[in-house]
């Protein structure tokens, strides 16, 4: 079975390609944010802020595209990217603010 997930896409006003995403980020449903991620090239702003869950299974698929993502997190989320070292690779940005953050 698989788990709920919604993918939007969209752009911000300066242009940049995002990615709304919502839902739990399992193995069930990986496949479709690799899909979501693949199908472009250059910056991306991924919104974490509707994600209840994160898997190793979204992390491997993260950290594969590390090198052109910003992300957008709750802080439910912050001590995974911290403890999984993506923090470190990808710029990560308050939800409420949009400032940069240091998880």
């Keep these: 079975m698989t788990t709920p997930l919604t993918l939007i896409p969209g752009r911000s006003p300066d242009g940049t390609v995002r990615l709304a995403v919502s839902g739990e980020i399992d193995m069930s449903n990986v ?11 250059g910056p991306l702003v991924v ?11 979204g992390l491997s698929v993260l950290f594969a595209h590390a090198e052109r993502l910003e992300l957008i997190v709750p802080p439910l989320l912050e001590p995974v990217l911290t ?14 603010t949009r400032n940069e953050t240091h998880c």
């Design 31 to 41: 496949g479709h944010l690799a899909e979501a991620l693949d199908g472009g090239s």
């Design 83 to 96: 403890v999984s070292g993506l923090a470190d690779l990808v710029t990560v940005h308050d939800p409420m």
């Design 47 to 57: 919104d974490l802020t509707g994600v209840e869950y994160l898997d190793s299974a």
